[in-house]
């Protein structure tokens, strides 16, 4: 089945920096790479996703890279704010049709001191 | 419109008893997951739904867990004769198919004691 690696588990970085945050997958026939962000107390909540067909997809100050060749896919955070702080996971899946259960990574906590 | 609703929010219970655990996904929603996330951990797939077809359940990690699906909206997951390890925040999600965006409820906390 599909293994996805995240990395770092813990990023500090100070409020005006950009925060990276990276994705490795095994199976080759992933094809759909979603970011959650979760708040301290909070549920999970898509913020940005990705499919295979494109590169890379921007809104606003986030952004997500993919490299199919090389099975791996960033987030990208610029301009990093206090509000920015929580814990992100990346996500690899086959969509659509059949069976759509996304692996997760196991998260990465991000720290932005004001 | 309303989202994805989980109840209990906190559930204490003692070893050996049993819970269970209930979702509201949105309506009109086909797709519907159970994931376990314990403390500083990620999400752990528990078991999906999708329709009218047999239930996803190569996530569940012993058989005293097991969930239904009535009519197709609301699950039902139940831990029958907890153990202290079954501590965590159950998180149910559901989505629409093909789009396959999830939204996520609150969870439920559960404590074993």
């Known amino acids: 089945g599909e293994n996805v690696e995240q990395h770092p588990s813990t990023l500090s970085v100070q409020e005006g920096d950009s925060a990276v945050i990276k994705c490795t997958y095994s199976d080759s026939a992933s094809n759909y790479f979603p970011w959650y962000k979760q708040e301290l107390g909070k549920r999970p909540q898509l913020i940005i996703d990705?499919?295979?067909?494109?590169g890379e997809k921007k809104d606003q100050r986030i952004a997500v890279t993919l490299n199919k060749t090389a099975k791996h896919f960033s987030l990208h955070i610029t301009e990093t704010q206090p509000e920015d702080s929580a814990v992100y996971f990346c996500?690899?899946?086959?969509?659509?049709?059949?069976?759509?259960?996304?692996?997760f990574g196991r998260g990465t906590s991000l720290i932005v001191h004001p | 419109g309303a989202g994805v609703s989980q109840s209990p929010s906190n559930k204490v219970t003692e070893k050996g008893k049993d819970v269970e655990l209930r979702c509201d996904p949105i309506?009109?929603?086909?797709?519907l997951y159970w994931y376990r996330q314990s403390l500083g951990q990620g999400l752990e797939f528990l078991i999906y739904f999708q329709g009218n077809s047999a239930p996803d359940k190569s996530g569940l990690p012993s058989d005293r867990f097991s969930a239904e699906r009535t009519g197709g909206s609301v699950s039902t997951l139940t831990i029958q004769r907890t153990q202290q390890e079954d501590s965590a925040v159950y998180l149910c999600?559901?989505?629409?198919?093909?789009?396959?965006?999830?939204?996520f409820g609150a969870g439920t906390r559960l404590s074993v004691l």
């Open positions: 309506s009109g929603h086909t797709a």
């Open positions: 990705i499919r295979s067909n494109v």
């Open positions: 999600a559901s989505s629409l198919v093909p789009e396959n965006i999830q939204y």
């Open positions: 996500a690899a899946s086959t969509a659509p049709g059949g069976s759509y259960i996304p692996t």
